[in-house]
């Protein structure tokens, strides 16, 4: 029950971090705008990591492997090429 908890409290993390482009857009002045995003952002961060503590480690080793950049393997240097001058 915890863990659909903990994933019912990301989807709304995400949706927090979705609206923050669309705040500009409607109609607000610029000093409710900049309220409005600032509270999605930290609203984004608390949910998020809220999530994360009720879901477990797992899932969070799951996600940071989805956004891990790969590094290429280095190229061998063949014994044949010229030099770089």
């Known amino acids: 029950m915890l863990k659909l908890i903990g994933y019912i409290v990301f989807g709304l993390s995400m949706v927090c971090w ?3 482009p669309v705040v500009p ?3 607000f002045s610029i000093g409710v ?3 409005i995003t600032t509270g999605l952002i930290v ?3 608390v949910t998020f990591y809220l999530s994360i503590f009720m879901i477990g ?3 969070l080793v799951k996600l940071k492997s989805k956004f891990k ?3 290429a393997k280095p190229k061998p ?3 044949e090429s010229e030099p770089v001058e």
């Open 57 to 59: 480690k797992e899932f």
């Open 25 to 27: 857009f409607l109609g």
């Open 69 to 71: 950049r790969r590094k």
């Open 33 to 35: 705008a900049a309220g």
């Open 43 to 45: 609203a984004g961060e």
């Open 18 to 20: 979705f609206l923050i």
């Open 77 to 79: 240097v063949s014994e």
